[in-house]
């Protein structure tokens, strides 16, 4: 069940990252003027699909909180490097991101950094 607590949390994340940035893409450039920005801001806070990433971020340290009651945190806290993979992986398909050959490479060592720190 622990497992399951931990990908709750990294899905979660995930999915707010995403839905952050597809609202904040669709509204536009961040203003220039002070007051502008702020209502800008404050139409994002509304948006029903912002409101589902903030939840997601809360629902995400609920299930953290379940996983941190059945693993040390040095054990479990590699898992969430999973979030850059989804995010990456995502963001390319969705928003149509460029990807390099470092980020793959980024990506492949913060595998091997689960693999390896998963074993210990």
Known sequence: MGYLYIATTVLLT???QVVLKWQVGLAGPLPEAAA???LFLLRLLVNPW????????FLASIAWMAAMTKFQLSYAYPFMSLNFVLVLGLS??????????AKVAG??????????GSQG
């Open 92 to 101: 390319v398909w969705l928003f149509q991101e460029p990807v390099s050959v």
């Open 36 to 38: 502008e920005k702020l």
């Open 50 to 57: 912002v409101i589902s990433g903030f939840c997601a971020a």
């Open 14 to 16: 995930v999915y707010g």
């Open 107 to 116: 990506i492949a060592l913060v595998m091997l950094g689960i693999i390896v």
